[in-house]
């Protein structure tokens, strides 16, 4: 956030802060539900964890609540039935421990922050960490093409 800040002075931009930063967990755990319920698929995983980004970050919104939840689920175009199941489910506790696993797999790989990536490359798991490393996980994998 302060990067952000700085940035945002830096350059004379409105980048709107949250008024507060709230926890995410709840935000964590509906993500999760949506990825394990059986009607969702990962497009409508992406664009749920998308649209919780744009309330928080965007448009200062609630991430936190139930009713939160259920509008960034519909917004993002799950139906009603499968947003409601979601948030059952974000309450399970077999979303817990599925979201302390995912949690405990970061770590286990290094993770200190986000965005981190995993790639597979000849059976070992190269970890690559910020949004600028998409050139050399391609060069890793062999499909680097250079500059053009």
């Given at each position: 956030m ?16 949250p ?7 709840a935000?964590m755990?509906?993500?999760?539900a949506?990825a ?8 409508d995983?992406?664009k749920?964890s998308?649209?919780l980004?744009m ?9 936190t ?5 259920s ?12 947003v ?32 981190l990536s995993v790639?597979?490359?000849?059976g ?8 600028d490393?998409?050139e ?8 680097y093409?250079?500059?053009?």
């Amino acid at each position: 956030m302060f990067r952000t800040c700085a940035l945002s002075e830096h350059r004379q931009l409105i980048v709107p802060q949250p008024l507060c930063v709230p926890g995410s967990l709840a935000a964590m755990r509906y993500v999760t539900a949506v990825a394990e319920s059986g009607g969702a698929s990962e497009a409508d995983v992406e664009k749920v964890s998308r649209e919780l980004w744009m309330r928080i970050w965007s448009r200062n919104e609630d991430i936190t609540l139930a009713t939160s939840l259920s509008e960034a689920g519909l917004k993002a175009g799950l139906p009603a039935s499968e947003v409601e199941e979601c948030l059952q489910l974000a309450g399970s506790q077999k979303i817990k421990d599925k979201l302390k696993s995912a949690t405990q797999e970061a770590l286990d790989l290094g993770a200190f922050g986000f965005p981190l990536s995993v790639c597979h490359i000849d059976g070992k798991k190269e970890v690559f960490f910020g949004a600028d490393r998409f050139e050399l996980m391609a060069h890793c994998l062999g499909d680097y093409m250079g500059i053009s």
